[in-house]
């Protein structure tokens, strides 16, 4: 699955048609290997953003739940929690670039070289 693609189900508030269709993009995208079709393929590829759109938002309002809607506030402090454990912040020291050899600044001064 594509990990830009949100669940959307059992939200509060819930999903927005904006948001079914922006999933809709991503997984159009996800399957024809493109971010953006060529003048002569965007006809198709709208027209399946289109149909995708419609069969998740026919989804979503047909699904049942017994669980509680899941907070979108908490939803997103959970993700950035994660997010913060995969990529820490960089914590390298950086130090000034070392001075040039002698060897290196004579080779940089042959004849040829500017």
């Known amino acids: 699955m594509c990990r830009n693609i949100k669940s959307l189900a059992n ?6 048609e904006d948001e079914v269709r922006a999933a ?6 996800k399957l024809s290997g493109t971010n953006r079709p060529s003048h002569a393929n965007e ?3 709208d027209r399946a953003v289109d149909e995708v759109t419609a069969a998740a938002s026919h989804l979503l309002h047909s699904l049942r ?3 509680l809607p899941r907070n979108r ?3 997103s402090r959970k993700a950035q929690e994660r997010s ?3 990529f820490p912040p960089d914590t390298r020291v950086v130090t000034a670039p070392a001075e040039p050899s002698a060897q290196q600044t ?3 001064n042959l004849p040829g070289r500017t």
């Open 106 to 108: 004579a080779s940089n």
């Open 11 to 16: 939200l509060d508030p819930p999903a927005t």
């Open 84 to 86: 913060r454990k995969r």
């Open 43 to 45: 006809p198709a590829f």
């Open 73 to 75: 506030e908490e939803e």
């Open 24 to 29: 809709a993009v991503q997984f159009v995208r």
């Open 65 to 67: 739940t017994s669980a």
